[in-house]
């Protein structure tokens, strides 16, 4: 089992959420709307560090736990829905899911 988060454009919800929809075995995503920041890896940035900070920029973040076999499609529809071209598309993060239990039935898998 994977652990899929996702960094993308709010205005990019829509499309992504409904392409994902269509995934057969999907059993579902959580959204959270936050903010934050980021900076270029660059050491010469014309913006210094405090500016940096005081600039959030607003994010949709989606949590998705799936099966391995998934990951490549869904991971695929959102680089491809979320896509803008500008900076600051967003990041896709996979993590590997040790355990799962659902807490009305106990169940472990």
């Given at each position: 089992?994977?652990?899929?988060t996702?960094?993308?454009?709010?205005?990019?919800?829509?499309?992504?959420?409904?392409a994902l929809?269509?995934?057969?075995?999907?059993r579902?995503?959580?959204i959270?709307?936050?903010?934050?920041?980021?900076?270029?890896?660059d050491?010469?940035?014309?913006?210094?560090?405090?500016?940096?900070?005081?600039?959030?920029?607003?994010?949709?973040?989606?949590?998705?736990?799936?099966?391995?076999?998934?990951l490549?499609?869904i991971?695929?529809?959102?680089?491809?829905?979320a896509y803008?071209?500008?900076?600051?598309?967003g990041?896709?993060?996979?993590f590997?899911?040790e355990k799962?239990?659902?807490?009305?039935?106990?169940?472990?898998?």
């Open positions: 089992m994977k652990e899929i996702a960094y993308i454009k709010p205005h990019k919800l829509t499309e992504v959420t409904s929809q269509k995934v057969e075995g999907l579902g995503v959580s959270v709307d936050i903010k934050g920041f980021g900076r270029r890896g050491k010469d940035s014309p913006h210094p560090v405090t500016d940096d900070l005081m600039d959030f920029a607003p994010y949709t973040k989606l949590e998705i736990f799936c099966r391995d076999d998934l490549d499609e991971i695929s529809i959102i680089e491809k829905k803008t071209g500008l900076r600051g598309d990041k896709i993060y996979v590997d899911v799962a239990i659902k807490i009305s039935k106990g169940e472990i898998g």
